[in-house]
């Protein structure tokens, strides 16, 4: 049953994109650990640490891509997701810095000593064990998109009301990771990590493995999601983004479907914000801002939205990007990134991949000329009734 | 109004021969002993000199206010040569010397023929009680509403009497009032009878506020046993009189918050609520409204500087008019290609939203500007125990008229007879010969005007920064999605409701939990009604 | 009436619903046998769409009982719980999902398991091809199986959703205006195909086009203002002084 499952997810696309990312992490790696500083084809290691957070980038937009492009849930709550599963990498690494903090506390990391608390929350029990924090990384965030898509999708709350809610969900956090006694570092978030399963989290050889397991994470999520998408479930989420009232008078529970999914989702997101931290060396509430679930949308959009592979390269292109305007003139990077969005929602409304697909099926089918009829133009799916 | 200026004129009339003829009283049998008196504080002890403080006080004559005044602060000398007392000034290298009584100059004298009256602290705080029962006399009414106020701040068993024959003299009842708080305060640290203290309790009782608390409180440390009951009898029935003036007080920050809650949200919800965009460039179009009057308040102060009171006039037609265009480019540049696509118009206004914002910040920098207030938006005034700023007050004035102007414009005008009827069938309003996209074009102008509206109100109480709308898009989501989409009433009642719920639990929850919690509320609630509050149903809305 | 329940295959008594003050229907009361093709006319607002929203759980009534064969509270039931029971609906407009091929959308129509995971791991037998090529004969849509079904014209749209309910298996139809926009051709094969439709199971039609319903030459009531105005052969039905009044006119 599973290797159905996992047969089906391997269409020609996927398993380039796969031995791509597979090939990716084992070179890079190899690459910048092996071949001397002068050779041409040797990475530095800031090249290494900066692509391996775009492909945590890549695995979140990939996230985002099955709930809006397959089930046309626009979630502007993404980065939530995402952040949670930073923070639960974030407690784990910060409980590995011990007495090695400012104040010397073996347990306490620094931030409650300051605030002068005399023992630690229940709530970071257990993450001083690796095991635990890593299934925290997906369990809380799968926990939050449970509570919530079950209330929303059961209430059948659509379309921009969905966006506006996930947005009100981020934004709450934001608020509440900001105070100092929530007990997650407030304002400055959680830093200053010092090792990662007992690899010292700066050193090359640990910066090279981070980016190796982002590129298998992202590739071994990419397989789950084609499969998802290409089994019956896929075209049953395909047909609710299309028509949500005909999948649910053909008798399919679509708020479980939703929700099935909307989870799925969220735990992916949840894991690359636990590959994201410890190559940022960073997690604070800044990542709950609203402004970044949005930018997610906008790489998704870039790539194409229902095509697994385009958000992955929407990731990569438009932090890719932000990081070389940011570095040539910072004040236009806004600009650019806000023409982007229009220009996306203009011009491309099917994203890099979704076009140049397009083209080539539409040279396809016209080679083919088979059918007389011909193609309408606008094959936009109606909404259902 | 004749009868009322002779009335007028005459009430002047009595009142000046009524003062003159006190005046004339005290000078008669004391203006020599007054000077005696002030004269002896030169070379009297400190415990005499207290003993002439206090009689000076009891002379009750407002004249040696100065004097003591100026002992107090060491000011006051004595002339080595004969002894007389005197207020002195600084001129060139000798002192100016002034009659402590009179004001009158009396010549100048070196330095070094004259030495300090000296002044220790116990000496100050007979003069502070002297001082206070003088000006407690004083023909002039807001000083002596001043002197009773200060009195009821600070007070001491000391000036018990001169607040008692204040009282008795006392003709206004606003004064009246305030004295016989400052000396039911007095009595009570003083060695009356348990009576007294007991009518002074009540007296306080009635009085109310946080601060009757606190006096009784201290005044519970130091009294008797036998008054206990009372005092805590007395507190709690303040307490309880208090909880309602908090309501109140909540009520009206509620209000307030709603009214700015309602001016972010009332263009959102004709954008959103009539034509179904998802603006997210709104909270832009706000804060352009707010530079709008930055600018037109630079204009004003630097060429025009008399008209700083109209430059709000000024700057909303001003803001109106660059939302407005704003608006209109934005719609027909952007908006019209998206029609029917509300997430890809969700995306795309975003994008405008970061160039607005950029562009703003490219421009003006990225600091706070500084926006003032005209004088009539400045200053508050008491209701009933509550304190209302004239800005909040205006702004609330100013939602409710922008609301109801814009549900006339709806309901009565031919544009909004339009509007209405290309929101409800396009196809139809067309084949009638309405231009739909102008009536879509001029109505997201419409909703950005508004918010440009909203801006210059807000430019009045929040700091007016690039990042001004990032602040209100969410909450003015929040209010149209609660409210119901599509219905103004629901807009109003959904920015008061969230506004004085917000004000409510942010006692109980702090700020930000109180907002964290209004936010999970209301995700609950749309759980619950999808459509908000003043939802339309039926087949027609899912059609 | 009570006697009736349990012969019935679909029973609505005394149901009323209002939006906003508006009655949209009006202590309806209708009973649809096993295996009957039942034809329901009436002008626009007189509850036709309304009451096939009622029986599919769309809506909830204000009041009344809604019961599918014999014993089933429909009301207390949601879309897809009322969809597994076996009642397919066809809406006014065609709805079939566009950015899939014909072939998947009768696929997704196919009643097997609908769970999360009986679909996640779900691989297509042999039975479910013929049937789903049976279907497509049914339907004659065969020679256009890969084709998205975007690419449909409107009568095929309308066949293929025609098609997904067969697939579907239901015991009860409700077909909402199947051909409104067709041609004349495809209004007589479509009455054709509902014809041979309803031999296995109940159908109930609602259709403007009086052509149609006297070509179906089926039991035929009359709703207007939502409740029954008349019922019984379309010949005693158009011949109703009520009926003209309110519908069909002088």
């Known amino acids: 049953m599973i290797t159905a499952f996992l047969l089906r997810s391997l269409d020609r696309k996927i398993i380039v994109a796969i031995a791509v990312l597979l090939a990716l992490a084992v070179f890079v790696p190899a690459s910048n650990l092996l071949l001397p500083e002068d050779s041409p084809l040797h990475v530095p290691t800031y090249l290494v640490a900066l692509f391996g957070k775009y492909l945590t980038y890549a695995l979140l937009a990939l996230a985002l891509d099955l709930v809006w492009g397959y089930c046309g849930i626009l979630s502007l709550g993404h980065g939530a997701f995402f952040a949670l599963g930073g923070y639960a990498m974030g407690m784990y690494l910060m409980r590995q810095i011990g007495p090695r903090g400012v104040y010397g506390d073996a347990i306490l990391p620094d931030f409650m000593v300051f605030l002068n608390w005399k023992e630690l929350p229940w709530f970071w029990y257990g993450f001083d064990q690796f095991w635990f924090a890593a299934l925290m990384v997906v369990v809380v965030p799968g926990l939050l998109a449970f509570v919530f898509g079950w209330f929303a999708f059961r209430s059948r709350v659509n379309g921009v009301y969905l966006s506006i809610i996930t947005q009100a969900m981020t934004y709450a956090l934001l608020l509440a990771f900001f105070r100092n006694d929530m007990g997650f570092g407030g304002n400055n978030g959680l830093t200053d990590f010092k090792d990662i399963l007992g690899f010292n989290i700066q050193a090359g050889g640990t910066r090279a493995a981070l980016f190796a397991a982002s590129a298998i994470m992202l590739a071994l999520s990419l397989l789950v999601a084609s499969g998802i998408v290409r089994s019956k479930f896929g075209k049953v989420l395909v047909g609710i983004r ?11 529970r679509v708020e479980h479907m939703k929700l099935f999914t909307f989870v799925v989702s969220a735990m992916m997101a949840g894991i690359a914000g636990a590959l994201y931290v410890p190559q940022v060396g960073i997690i604070n509430p ?100 | ?109 070196a330095k070094s023929a004259l030495s300090k009256v000296k002044v220790n602290n116990s000496l100050r705080r007979a003069i502070r009680a002297a001082i206070g029962g003088l000006t407690l006399m004083s023909p002039d009414r807001t000083v002596r509403l001043q002197a009773a106020q200060s009195i009821l701040k ?54 109310g506020g946080r601060d009757s608390i606190s006096i009784l409180m201290t005044a519970a440390n130091s009294a008797d046993e036998a008054l206990r009951p009372d005092i805590d009898a007395a507190i709690t029935s303040i307490e309880n009189s208090l909880v309602f003036a908090d309501a109140a007080q909540n009520v009206w920050y509620g209000l307030s918050l709603g009214s700015v809650l309602l001016l972010a949200a009332i263009g959102l919800a004709i954008t959103f609520g009539v034509m179904g965009i998802i603006n997210m460039a709104h909270g832009e179009m706000v804060m352009l409204g707010a530079y709008s009057t930055f600018v037109v308040q630079n204009i004003i102060r630097t060429s025009y500087p008399e008209l700083f009171d109209w430059s709000l ?26 029609y029917g696509r509300p997430l890809e118009t969700l995306l795309a206004t975003w994008g405008i939203s970061l160039i607005l914002q950029q562009a703003v910040r490219t421009i003006f920098g990225p600091t706070n500007q500084e926006v003032g207030n005209p004088s009539w938006m400045s200053g508050a005034f008491e209701l009933g125990g509550l304190t209302i700023t004239w800005n909040r007050m205006w702004i609330i004035v100013f939602s409710l008229s922008v609301f109801f102007a814009l549900l006339f414009l709806l309901k009565r005008s031919a544009f909004g007879l339009q509007m209405r009827a290309v929101t409800q069938n396009r196809r139809m309003a067309s084949s ?18 508004i918010a440009g509206m909203a801006g210059v109100a807000l430019s009045q109480i929040d700091n007016v920064s690039p990042n001004l709308g990032q602040s209100y898009i969410i909450d003015s989501f929040m209010v149209v999605v609660f409210g119901g989409v599509g219905n103004l009433w629901g807009t109003l009642v959904g920015a008061f409701t969230l506004g004085i719920v917000n004000k409510f639990l942010e006692p109980y929850a702090g700020a930000v939990l109180g907002k964290i919690l209004v936010l999970v509320l209301i995700i609950l609630f749309i759980q619950k009604r999808p459509r908000g509050l003043f939802a339309l149903k039926g087949r027609a809305v899912e059609a | 009436m009570n006697e009736k329940k349990p012969k019935s295959l679909l029973y609505l008594d005394g149901v009323s619903v209002s939006f906003d003050g508006f009655r949209a229907l009006n202590s309806l009361s209708f009973v649809v046998e096993p295996g009957e093709l039942r034809a329901i006319i009436g002008p626009n607002g007189a509850g036709k769409t309304t009451m096939m929203d009622i029986i599919t759980g769309k809506t909830r009534p204000d009041e009344g009982e809604v019961f599918f064969n014999g014993d089933i509270d429909l009301t207390k039931k949601d879309e897809a719980d009322i969809a597994q029971l076996g009642i397919g609906r066809k809406f006014q407009k065609p709805t079939v999902f566009e950015s899939h091929t014909v072939w998947d959308n009768l696929e997704l129509a196919l009643n097997r398991k609908r769970g999360v995971f009986a679909t996640l791991f779900y691989t297509m037998t042999a039975e479910d091809k013929a049937r789903i090529e049976e279907i497509l004969e049914t339907i004659r849509l065969t020679h256009r199986k890969d084709e998205l079904a975007a690419y449909l014209s409107h009568g095929q749209k309308q066949w293929l959703e025609i098609g997904m309910l067969l697939a579907q298996e239901p015991k009860l139809l409700l077909v909402d205006e199947p051909v409104a926009g067709m041609t004349d051709a495809e209004t007589a094969e479509t009455a054709m195909l509902l014809k041979e439709i309803a031999k296995s199971r109940s159908v109930v039609v609602v259709e403007h086009d009086m052509g149609f319903i006297r070509d179906l030459g089926v039991k035929v009531t009359c709703l207007a203002e939502g409740s029954v105005l008349a019922e019984g052969s379309i010949d005693f039905v158009s011949s109703d002084p009520k009926v003209i009044e309110n519908y069909l006119g002088r």
């Open chain 2, 1 to 109: 109004m004749f009868y009322r200026l002779i009335f007028a004129a005459f009430r002047i009339f009595f009142v000046c021969l009524s003062l003159a003829l006190s005046l004339l009283a005290t000078k008669a049998f004391a203006a020599d002993d007054l000077k005696a008196m002030v004269n002896a504080l030169g070379t009297a002890s400190f415990a005499q000199a207290e003993e002439l403080v206090n009689n000076l006080g009891k002379s009750g004559d407002p004249n040696v206010v100065p004097a003591l005044e100026a002992l107090s602060e060491g000011d006051l000398f004595v002339r080595k040569s004969d002894g007389q007392v005197f207020l002195t000034k600084r001129a060139g290298s000798k002192l100016e010397l002034i009659d402590p009584l009179t004001g009158a100059s009396a010549g100048e004298e």
């Open chain 2, 154 to 207: 600070a007070p001491s068993a000391d000036s018990l009497e001169a607040v008692e024959t204040a009282l008795a003299a006392e003709q206004d009842a606003e004064i009246k009032g305030v004295l016989e708080s400052a000396r039911a305060v007095a009595l009570l640290s003083s060695d009356r009878s348990l009576d007294d203290k007991k009518a002074a309790i009540e007296v306080i009782k009635e009085r």
């Open chain 2, 432 to 449: 009638m010969g309405i231009r739909t996209p102008w009536v879509d074009a001029f109505t997201f102008a419409l909703g950005s005007s």
């Open chain 1, 286 to 385: 800044g990542e709950f801002a609203p402004a970044n679930s949005i930018e997610v949308v906008i790489w998704t959009a870039v790539g194409g939205r229902a095509t697994l592979i385009g958000p992955i390269i929407g990731a990569v292109l438009v932090n890719g990007g932000k990081t070389i305007f940011t570095g040539l003139f910072p004040e236009f990077w806004l600009f650019a990134l806000g023409a982007l969005f229009v220009a996306v929602t203009l011009f491309l409304p099917k994203g890099i991949v979704g076009t140049i697909s397009g083209y080539i099926a539409s040279r396809r089918e016209y080679r083919k000329a088979a059918s007389a009829k011909p193609v309408p133009i606008d094959a936009e799916p109606q909404a259902a009734e």
């Open chain 1, 242 to 252: 299309d028509a949500e009232s005909r999948v649910r008078f053909l008798g399919f």
């Open chain 2, 313 to 338: 006039a000024i700057a909303l037609p001003v803001a109106i008019l660059v939302t407005g265009a704003v608006g209109l480019v934005i719609e027909r540049g952007v908006i019209r290609f998206l």
